[in-house]
């Protein structure tokens, strides 16, 4: 009796082939990992023989990922990684390199955020050398997604290592792919600096960053570089005073209020408010509702909403400075104003029209005008009587309590 194995031995590729591939067809994992080690042998360093095997795997993982079989799907990709990983056709490495990839993605949706590290660390260290453009794309992508993932993980020392690693391999490039993904190492890098209130070495970076890549044209990293502005702004303030944010938040303006990228324009609004906000902290109502106007006229028609966001911020700022000049009926306007813009709009646009609807009812209690007063108590409560956002709730609580006293 002959086993498997020597009989294995005495079939051609041709037959091993067909058998292995019907194997895979029929989800027969463990039967594939029989056959292919013989497979291997008669395909030798025949090129073409080996790409027919890699793509056999790599089709069958994508039948597992549309199947949903995230486990079978790992499977294979370990299967092509262990078998392939040092083969030098190139055909035959991009499946490796996705296979690579694809896992790492996996392990993420999974959230095994200890495996996804290993893996991307596998990745890099196999195909850094390799100099395909494509390929250092996909390094500098894996190793910024390796800090992200770090992060996660609360082990921010290692992912600012990471962040210091890309740029170091990739500041050199003339790649835009890669360098944007420098620009966003140093970003996310500063951004690490808050959590580890090292506001010093925050501002270090925004200025390396803007150093590097003020002259860029890529609207990417135009966007870093403007974020970077916005954040050194709100950084210098809390370190020295606001008085010396304001040189920093009118210079993003000058740079880049012509942007035709939204992202980019985002910033320009939030420098926009966040002179309004300066310019109050120093009691001049009357020149930050000036500041005010600006962004609204300039945003209150954009599509983004994250810029409209901006504006309902810039509304409300401005009925309280309205407030403050004790000019009541023209802030009502305003608080209604705000409300009827956004109360269909969700998220943080959304917690601004709650806050018009407090600050109105406040203003009419503060006006003894009962009936509007108890109105606008009903309106807020009904309105978010189920919305699960804590600011908004405890909104809702407060005005429930106001009301009660009020009508005892």
Same mark, same amino acid.
């Given at each position: 009796m002959y086993s498997?194995?020597?009989?294995?031995?005495?079939?051609?590729?041709?037959?091993?082939?067909?058998?292995?591939?019907?194997?895979?067809?029929?989800?027969?994992?463990?039967?594939?990992?029989?056959?292919?080690?013989?497979?291997?042998?008669?395909? $030798?360093?025949?090129?073409?023989?080996?790409?027919?095997?890699?793509?056999?795997?790599?089709?069958?993982?994508?039948?597992?990922?549309?199947?949903?079989?995230?486990?079978?799907?790992?499977?294979?990709?370990?299967?092509?990684?262990?078998?392939?990983?040092?083969?030098?056709?190139?055909? !035959?490495?991009?499946?490796?390199?996705?296979?690579?990839?694809?896992?790492?993605? =996996?392990?993420?949706?999974?959230?095994?955020?200890?495996?996804? !590290?290993?893996?991307?660390? /596998?990745?890099?260290?196999?195909?850094?050398?390799?100099?395909?453009?494509?390929?250092?794309?996909?390094?500098?992508?894996?190793?910024?997604?390796?800090?992200?993932?770090? /992060? /996660?993980?609360? =082990?921010?020392?290692?992912?600012?290592?990471?962040?210091?690693?890309?740029?170091?391999?990739?500041?050199?490039?003339?790649?835009?792919?890669?360098?944007?993904? !420098?620009?966003?190492?140093?970003?996310?890098?500063?951004?690490?600096?808050?959590?580890?209130?090292?506001?010093?070495?925050?501002? /270090?970076?925004?200025?390396?960053?803007?150093?590097?890549?003020?002259?860029?044209?890529?609207?990417?990293?135009?966007?870093?570089?403007?974020?970077?502005?916005?954040? $050194?702004?709100?950084?210098?303030?809390?370190?020295?005073?606001p008085e010396y944010s304001l040189d920093i938040y009118s210079e993003i303006i000058r740079l880049f209020e012509n942007s035709t990228s939204q992202k980019i324009l985002l910033q320009v609004a939030l420098a926009s408010c966040n002179i309004g906000e300066v310019l109050t902290s120093f009691d001049k109502n009357e020149a930050s509702i000036e500041v005010y106007n600006s962004v609204i006229e300039r945003f209150e028609d954009s599509e983004d909403e994250g810029i409209l966001e901006v504006v309902a911020k810039a509304l409300l700022n401005k009925a309280k400075r309205i407030e403050a000049l004790e000019l009541p009926e023209e802030a009502l306007e305003v608080y209604d104003e705000i409300i009827q813009k956004f109360e269909n709009y969700e998220n943080n646009t959304l917690l601004y029209v709650a806050f018009a609807m407090k600050y109105k009812v406040l203003l009419l209690h503060s006006l003894n005008r009962k009936e509007e007063f108890l109105e606008a108590c009903d309106d807020i409560i009904i309105r978010f009587a189920h919305n699960e956002n804590k600011q908004i709730a405890n909104i809702v609580v407060s005005i429930i309590e106001m009301k009660r006293i009020y009508t005892q």
């Open positions: 498997q194995e020597s009989t294995r031995k005495q079939k051609s590729y041709d037959d091993l082939y067909v058998e292995f591939v019907s194997k895979i067809e029929d989800q027969k994992l463990n039967e594939c990992l029989e056959i292919l080690p013989s497979l291997l042998k008669k395909a $030798k360093d025949n090129d073409s023989k080996l790409i027919d095997v890699s793509t056999a795997l790599f089709k069958q993982a994508n039948s597992f990922a549309q199947e949903n079989k995230i486990e079978e799907e790992i499977e294979v990709y370990n299967i092509l990684i262990n078998k392939f990983k040092y083969v030098q056709n190139p055909k !035959v490495l991009e499946y490796v390199k996705n296979a690579y990839i694809n896992k790492d993605i =996996r392990l993420g949706e999974l959230n095994r955020l200890e495996e996804k !590290v290993e893996v991307q660390d /596998e990745l890099v260290g196999r195909f850094e050398d390799n100099e395909d453009e494509g390929t250092m794309e996909d390094i500098a992508s894996t190793l910024l997604d390796e800090a992200f993932t770090l /992060e /996660e993980l609360d =082990r921010n020392e290692e992912a600012i290592f990471i962040y210091d690693e890309i740029v170091r391999r990739f500041e050199s490039s003339e790649n835009q792919i890669i360098l944007s993904t !420098v620009a966003r190492s140093l970003f996310n890098k500063a951004l690490l600096f808050v959590h580890l209130e090292q506001y010093k070495e925050e501002v /270090e970076v925004y200025d390396l960053i803007i150093e590097k890549f003020s002259n860029s044209d890529n609207l990417v990293i135009q966007e870093q570089v403007a974020k970077s502005y916005v954040n $050194k702004g709100v950084a210098v303030s809390e370190m020295y005073g």
